[in-house]
């Protein structure tokens, strides 16, 4: 069944009340990362869309990258590798240089914390780039909103292998059905409808994190306490 706003999948028609929320990290409880990172190679005198070409269409880059997602590359050796496909001099605390400017996603962050509060297991799925020396969900503050945490550097798996999305099951101890996931790449998210989990993408339109609480059936909270009418 398909609804709108936000476009939510339920991949069977036996639907289950949800007992697990599963959030993707960037561009789900961060904002515009895009922005930032333009914003940062401007200050650096390179191309605004450097850091988005490297990592995506650069092929050393792109596997140097995918090699760090996997964990089978430390972040400090991406940094020192990546630094001169960039075109950056200096390679210290690469990753965390570029991604100092990125801001949480506040209603999603409440909307976590409120799910959590509501008695909804809250879990992290995501494909990481590293932890050391630069810790992103560390510097955003996030790691406290979950009870479960699947990161693919730990695991040597990345979405959108199916192998992660079980295991993500089997840490929550749940059936499919009984789970909502929310990720902003289209391609992660057919695995997840596969093993029955409900997906939403995270599109960024307005008032999503508000429609996903209610789909939910969670208070819609606001930083300051306040309900959403």
């Not at 209603?107 to 494909?127: E, F, H, K, Y």
């Not at 059905?177 to 998210?189: K, Q, Y």
Request: proline content about 7%.
């Amino acid at each position: 069944m398909t609804l709108t706003a936000p476009t939510v999948t339920r991949p069977h028609e036996a639907e289950l009340p949800f007992a697990a929320l599963i959030l993707d990290f960037v561009g789900v409880l961060t904002a515009d990362a895009g922005a930032t990172h333009r914003a940062w190679c401007l200050a650096q005198g390179l191309d605004a869309d450097a850091w988005r070409h490297t990592l995506n269409h650069a092929p050393e880059a792109s596997r140097l990258y995918t090699e760090l997602e996997a964990g089978q590359l430390s972040q400090t050796e991406w940094n020192r590798q990546v630094a001169p496909i960039l075109g950056v001099a200096e390679h210290e605390n690469l990753m965390g240089r570029a991604w100092a400017g990125v801001r949480p996603a506040d209603d999603m962050i409440a909307l976590a914390r409120s799910a959590r509060q509501s008695g909804l297991t809250v879990a992290l799925l995501s494909n990481s780039f590293g932890l050391d020396p630069y810790d992103p969900y560390e510097a955003l503050g996030v790691w406290e909103l979950f009870d479960v945490t699947v990161i693919s550097e730990r695991e040597g798996i990345a979405k959108p292998d199916p192998a992660i999305y079980q295991l993500m099951l089997d840490r929550l101890g749940l059936p499919g059905e009984a789970c909502l996931f929310v990720d902003d790449h289209p391609r992660n998210l057919p695995p997840a409808e596969a093993l029955g989990i409900a997906t939403v993408l995270a599109d960024g339109t307005p008032g999503n994190a508000a429609r996903i609480a209610t789909l939910l059936g969670v208070p819609a909270t606001t930083l300051n306490g306040r309900q959403h009418d």
